[in-house]
């Protein structure tokens, strides 16, 4: 199998990859179950990329229901570096507007229903966590927004909350008070997944309301977020296509391609044999 080292995950209205060539459906099966559908494999401007919609195509999959270690190892076994991911938030503040870009570089865990780790089952692995976005495509993201000409700031906090009922008040205003800049529900078990994996990640998130804070202004519905993305996709889609061009050359590592090597407390000799095989691809190097 021939190694796409660009993994793209769409979210809220990215379903598909514009501007993909040579597409071909790859169904891909992981130790963890199923992905959330098959893997688009095709080439952005001459670069082998593969494209997977988060929820589904048609959207069939709550944000508590995704299987974040089926999606996140389906592009391990694709051999994938880099990770970008492309997501709607809600904003929470008044200077991050609907349709603007932001790039977050921090997550606050407001999730309880979910599983974030690829180890358990007689395998024990603790890795940094301090950075959790990978600068390198989180600059390539930024360099994109600048060539295309859409806002695209540089670094944030993204509030990762359950859902999938939108925030209340109180909380939005809570998440205000801690100085998060955008909420969404989706990113931050993909990022702790990937850095297991020892895979980059970062985020394009695109604003598509204001949650519920705003005095004056509408609360946000699933109508409005549709509506900010349909208006926005063009650029959404020229941003992830410039992104690609500006990530490393082919052959890069991330930079992040031996996390592991002292995160495994587990003594060898006990882990158990059938953890040992569901973890090969991210541990065998390691055994
Ligand atoms: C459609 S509004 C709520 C929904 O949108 C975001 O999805 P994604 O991160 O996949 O773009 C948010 O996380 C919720 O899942
Ligand atoms: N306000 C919001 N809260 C959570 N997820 C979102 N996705 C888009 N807008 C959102």
Redesign the pocket.
């Given at each position: 199998m021939q190694k796409v080292e660009i993994g793209i995950i769409g979210?809220?209205?990215?379903y598909a990859m514009p501007g993909l060539t040579g597409l071909r459906e790859q169904v891909i099966e992981t130790p963890f179950g199923a992905p959330s559908d098959a893997y688009m494999v095709g080439e952005l401007d001459g670069r082998p990329v593969a494209f997977l919609a988060?929820?589904g195509r048609g959207h069939r999959i709550l944000?508590s229901e995704l299987n974040f270690r089926a999606n996140i190892h389906g592009m391990k076994q694709l051999g994938v570096e880099y990770i970008l991911s492309?997501?709607?938030?809600g904003s929470l503040k008044e200077e991050h507007k609907p349709t603007d870009f932001v790039i977050p570089d921090q997550f606050i865990d407001r999730t309880f229903a979910r599983q974030g780790t690829f180890f358990g089952d007689g395998i024990v692995a603790h890795v940094g966590f301090g950075d959790p976005i990978c600068s390198v495509v989180a600059e390539a993201f930024a360099k994109a927004c600048e060539e295309v000409g859409v806002v695209g700031k540089r670094g944030g906090t993204y509030v990762c909350m359950e859902?999938?009922q939108?925030s209340t008040r109180a909380e939005s205003n809570l998440y205000r008070s801690w100085g998060a800049d955008v909420i969404?529900?989706?990113?931050l078990q993909e990022a702790k997944l990937a850095r297991e994996a020892e895979m980059s990640y970062a985020t394009l998130a695109m604003v598509?309301d204001y949650d519920c804070w705003r005095e004056g202004h509408d609360d946000v519905t699933?109508e409005q977020?549709?509506a900010v993305m349909h208006q926005n996709s063009a650029n959404a889609g020229k941003v992830v296509r410039a992104a690609v061009a500006a990530l490393p050359a082919p052959g890069g590592k991330s930079p992040f391609s031996d996390v592991l090597k002292y995160a495994i407390m587990t003594d060898k000799t006990k882990i158990p044999a059938a953890t040992r095989e569901k973890l090969d691809l991210l541990i065998g190097k390691y055994l």
């Amino acid at each position: 199998m021939q190694k796409v080292e660009i993994g793209i995950i769409g979210g809220s209205g990215l379903y598909a990859m514009p501007g993909l060539t040579g597409l071909r459906e790859q169904v891909i099966e992981t130790p963890f179950g199923a992905p959330s559908d098959a893997y688009m494999v095709g080439e952005l401007d001459g670069r082998p990329v593969a494209f997977l919609a988060r929820h589904g195509r048609g959207h069939r999959i709550l944000p508590s229901e995704l299987n974040f270690r089926a999606n996140i190892h389906g592009m391990k076994q694709l051999g994938v570096e880099y990770i970008l991911s492309v997501s709607a938030v809600g904003s929470l503040k008044e200077e991050h507007k609907p349709t603007d870009f932001v790039i977050p570089d921090q997550f606050i865990d407001r999730t309880f229903a979910r599983q974030g780790t690829f180890f358990g089952d007689g395998i024990v692995a603790h890795v940094g966590f301090g950075d959790p976005i990978c600068s390198v495509v989180a600059e390539a993201f930024a360099k994109a927004c600048e060539e295309v000409g859409v806002v695209g700031k540089r670094g944030g906090t993204y509030v990762c909350m359950e859902g999938p009922q939108f925030s209340t008040r109180a909380e939005s205003n809570l998440y205000r008070s801690w100085g998060a800049d955008v909420i969404g529900m989706t990113n931050l078990q993909e990022a702790k997944l990937a850095r297991e994996a020892e895979m980059s990640y970062a985020t394009l998130a695109m604003v598509t309301d204001y949650d519920c804070w705003r005095e004056g202004h509408d609360d946000v519905t699933v109508e409005q977020v549709i509506a900010v993305m349909h208006q926005n996709s063009a650029n959404a889609g020229k941003v992830v296509r410039a992104a690609v061009a500006a990530l490393p050359a082919p052959g890069g590592k991330s930079p992040f391609s031996d996390v592991l090597k002292y995160a495994i407390m587990t003594d060898k000799t006990k882990i158990p044999a059938a953890t040992r095989e569901k973890l090969d691809l991210l541990i065998g190097k390691y055994l």
